[in-house]
C-alpha cells in the first residue's frame, strides 16, 4: 500500500512515538514538552500575564531585584547558556545586570519562539555573540565549539525543573552538570509551596487560556500526527496532588470514546484522564535534595517575599 504524504512525513518521530506509547499505558499520559508548538509558546507567552498566574510577574520581580547580586557571580566573557529560554524575557534581567556577558547560548525544543527570541536578542545586544541550540535539553547535546573556552553560567528558570518528577530532574541536573562542565554556575529558578487555592487559580484560569493551552496538544496531535481527537469531548482539570507536591494537568474525557492517530486506535472511558503536566511546588530541602543528587551544590538563594518562588545559584560539585 503506498503511504499519503502526511503518513511518510510522520513518519517513527519522537512525538509519535511518545504520543502512542503515553496514550497505550494503563494511566494514559502525554509528555510537556509536546505543548510547546508555535501556538502553545504563544499561549504559555498568554499565560504569564494572567493575573492568576503568579510565577512569571514574581520570578521576574525577584530577579529585578538581586541582579547585581547574581551579576557578581559572572566571570568576564561568560557564556549565559539558557535552558528552554522560550520568549527570553528574563533572560534580559541578567544581560542588563551582568554586561561582561560575552555569549548567549539559548536552548528550545520550540523553534519559531526560539529563533524570534534569539534574532530580538541579538539585535538589542548587538557586542553579544548569540548562538540558539533548537532541541530537546533531556536528549544528549554539545554546546557550539566557539563557547567551549567561556567560563559558562547556566539559566533555567520558569521553575520548569518543575515539569519534571524529582528522578528525572535530577538526571536533567545532571545532564546539564555535564554539558556546562566543571566550575560552572547555574541558576534555577523553582516555585515554592503556597496555599491550594492561589496554585489551583493559577492553573485553571478564569478566561480559560490555561484550558486552551493544554487542549492545544490534541490539535497539535491532530494537526501532526493525523489524529481524529473530538476537541469538545474533552475538558481541561487541574488538581493539587499534595502527597507528591505537585499540580497535574489532565484532559479528562467527557464521554466513552474512541480516538484515532493515523492507524492505531484508543479507547477513551468517560471520565478517564489524560495526563499531560507535572508541576512541583517545592520546599528547600526538596529541591536542595534534587540538587545534589545532580551533581550540584547550593551556593547562594534568593526567595521572593511576595509569592515564595527561589532562584538557586548553584555550582558544579
Ligand atoms: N524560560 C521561560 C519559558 C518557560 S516555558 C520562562 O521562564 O518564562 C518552558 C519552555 O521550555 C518553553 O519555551 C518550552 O518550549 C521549553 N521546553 C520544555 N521542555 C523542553 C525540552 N525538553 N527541551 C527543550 N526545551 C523545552
Ligand atoms: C513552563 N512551566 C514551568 C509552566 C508551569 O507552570 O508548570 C507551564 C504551565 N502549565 C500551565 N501553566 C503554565
Not at 547560548?105 to 538589542?124: C, G, H, K, N, R
Amino acid at each position: 500500500m503506498r503511504m499519503t504524504n502526511l503518513a511518510a512525513a510522520i513518519g517513527d518521530s519522537p512525538f509519535r512515538r511518545d504520543v502512542i506509547a503515553g496514550l497505550s499505558a494503563t494511566k494514559k499520559s502525554i509528555p510537556a514538552k509536546y505543548f510547546y508548538d508555535a501556538e502553545g509558546s504563544r499561549l504559555f507567552e498568554e499565560i504569564t500575564a494572567l493575573p492568576e498566574y503568579y510565577p512569571t510577574r514574581t520570578e521576574i520581580a525577584l530577579l529585578g531585584k538581586v541582579a547585581p547580586e547574581i551579576a557578581r557571580h559572572i566571570r568576564p566573557a561568560s557564556a549565559l547558556v539558557e535552558f528552554g529560554s522560550g520568549a527570553s524575557v528574563k533572560t534580559r534581567l541578567v544581560l542588563d545586570a551582568a554586561p561582561q556577558l560575552g555569549a548567549y547560548v539559548p536552548i528550545d525544543i520550540s523553534e519559531t519562539a526560539l529563533s524570534q527570541a534569539a534574532q530580538a536578542i541579538a539585535a538589542d545586544y548587538p557586542d553579544l555573540r548569540v548562538s540558539p541550540i533548537a532541541g530537546d535539553f533531556t536528549k544528549p547535546m554539545a554546546l557550539p565549539e566557539a563557547i567551549r573556552a567561556r567560563p559558562v553560567v547556566g539559566f533555567f528558570p520558569g521553575s520548569t525543573i518543575g515539569n519534571f518528577t524529582p528522578d528525572e530532574a535530577s538526571a536533567l541536573l545532571a545532564r546539564a552538570r555535564a554539558l556546562l562542565g566543571d566550575g560552572a554556575a547555574f541558576l534555577v529558578g523553582a516555585d515554592l509551596v503556597k496555599p491550594v487555592e492561589t496554585l489551583l487559580a493559577a492553573y485553571d484560569d478564569a478566561q480559560g487560556v490555561t484550558a486552551a493551552f493544554n487542549k492545544n496538544l490534541l490539535v497539535r496531535i491532530n494537526r501532526e500526527l493525523d489524529g481524529d481527537f473530538d476537541l469538545d469531548a474533552f475538558d481541561h482539570r487541574a488538581v493539587w496532588n499534595a502527597e507528591d507536591s505537585r499540580i497535574e494537568m489532565h484532559l479528562v474525557s467527557a464521554r466513552a470514546q474512541t480516538a484515532r492517530i493515523g492507524s492505531e486506535s484508543f479507547d477513551v472511558a468517560a471520565g478517564e484522564t489524560i495526563h499531560t503536566e507535572n508541576s512541583y511546588k517545592f520546599t528547600q530541602p526538596m529541591f536542595a535534595a534534587i540538587a545534589e543528587r545532580g551533581g550540584w551544590r547550593i551556593e547562594t538563594d534568593w526567595v521572593s517575599d511576595a509569592q515564595p518562588f527561589a532562584t538557586f545559584l548553584l555550582r558544579a560539585a
